[in-house]
């Protein structure tokens, strides 16, 4: 592995059920604290390279909860100095300037669904992006979920639960934006008018991705039925296209392929292991893929009903490298860890699960990690 895409190794402390049911370990899927704060990393020496295609890996941590080490999930891919994000976990605010990224680089903004651990930051990117920067003109363009036209009919025993927001409980990704902005309406018309801010409404523009017609999936249906990749965005820069994944109950949930003249990097989304996905990647030089270790949120006590979410919605460390394997990818790269804390189980643990039957490179994730892509990572 060359020396610029070794992930650094954090020793373990040593893991018992009685550590676990502490705290320590199962904040991302419980939604308890681990600590107070996600650890600070050191910055990349120098800024993502003006030409070619590069990864970097803004946050590699699954859950909304802060995680020891490593910032919530994030994705930047980096083309002839231009960056395409996907997703904006929390702490995507704070990664992005530490990764050497300006608020000009940033081309659009792709996310695989609407849970909080991966939008938390997409709106404090965008509202603040113009502070320093009141010459842009270019737009930003927002790419994710419409709709799911109705909430997943699941309800716990025993339990009533409230619907919030019952006139619209399902909304989009272009609701919510515009939500937000309405929201913060103050803020903005101030600025605006005292500090020469750009009119936000402007340099955000948010697509719904639309599911090709025929295609019979839902809230209460399958999340992902077999179906082709479809195009979603194409610039002079990249081609991107996406395919549903298994993330139940959530729907839509998208994975993302793009491709580049020098590559191609896919993201897997959050998901079980998905026909869908090992077609969407079949061939791609990089898969970055989510990962859980089930073992060890067994220890920690989770509820029956809480392991099986885990099971049928996310994908096992043992696991995820015969996904690799079957859709032929050169590198697998770990992320979304869950427990992502990186005081908990080490990356040469999760190196080793993740090498079980794949025949390729595995990169394990952490903040700030850079890869190029493509004939550059061959030569490297």
Same mark, same amino acid.
């Given at each position: ?262 590559? $191609?990097?896919?993201? =897997? &989304? ?6 869908? /996905?090992? +077609? !969407?990647?079949? #061939? %791609? ?69 993740? $090498?079980?039957?794949? =025949? &390729? ?6 903040? /700030?990690? +850079? !890869?190029?892509? #493509? %004939? ?5």
């Amino acid at each position: 592995m060359p020396a610029s895409v070794s992930p650094h190794t954090t020793p373990a402390t040593a893991v018992t059920r009685r550590t676990l049911l502490r705290g320590t370990a199962v904040a991302a899927a419980t939604g308890t604290a681990l600590c107070p704060a996600t650890a600070a990393a050191t910055s990349p020496p120098t800024a993502p390279q003006a030409s070619g295609t590069e990864l970097v890996l803004l946050g590699t941590c699954g859950g909304p909860v802060p995680m020891h080490g490593r910032a919530g999930i994030s994705s930047a891919l980096v083309v002839d100095g231009r960056a395409y994000l996907v997703d904006c976990g929390p702490g995507t605010f704070g990664r992005f300037p530490q990764a050497w990224l300006t608020p000009d680089q940033l081309q659009a903004v792709f996310v695989t669904h609407l849970h909080s651990d991966h939008l938390a930051d997409l709106y404090p990117l965008l509202w603040l992006r113009f502070g320093g920067f009141q010459s842009l003109t270019a737009p930003v363009h927002l790419y994710g979920p419409g709709s799911a036209g109705a909430l997943p009919d699941i309800w716990p025993a025993g339990r009533t639960v409230p619907t919030v927001s019952p006139e619209v409980p399902a909304p989009g990704l272009s609701d919510l934006v515009a939500g937000q902005i309405a929201a913060t309406a103050y803020d903005i018309n101030v600025r605006m008018r005292s500090e020469g801010w750009p009119d936000i409404r402007d340099l955000v523009r948010a697509h719904d991705i639309r599911l090709p017609e025929r295609t019979r999936a839902g809230a209460d249906g399958p999340v992902a039925p077999p179906m082709r990749p479809f195009e979603v965005m194409r610039d002079d820069r990249v081609r991107v296209t996406a395919t549903l994944v298994e993330h139940p109950p959530v729907f839509p949930s998208y994975a993302f392929r793009f491709d580049t003249a020098d590559g $191609s990097v896919v993201f =897997s &989304g959050d998901t079980a292991p998905c026909r869908n /996905l090992e +077609r !969407l990647a079949r #061939g %791609a030089d990089v898969l970055v893929h989510e990962v859980m270790d089930l073992p060890t949120l067994t220890m920690a006590g989770l509820r029956p009903a809480q392991l099986r979410h885990m099971e049928i919605s996310h994908t096992d460390a043992v696991r995820v490298g015969r996904v690799a394997e079957r859709a032929r990818c050169r590198t697998l790269v770990l992320n979304h860890l869950v427990p992502g804390a990186t005081n908990v189980i080490s990356d040469d643990t999760w190196h080793t699960k993740a $090498s079980r039957g794949y =025949s &390729g490179q595995v990169v394990v994730g952490t903040d /700030l990690t +850079r !890869l190029p892509v #493509g %004939a550059r990572a061959r030569r490297a």
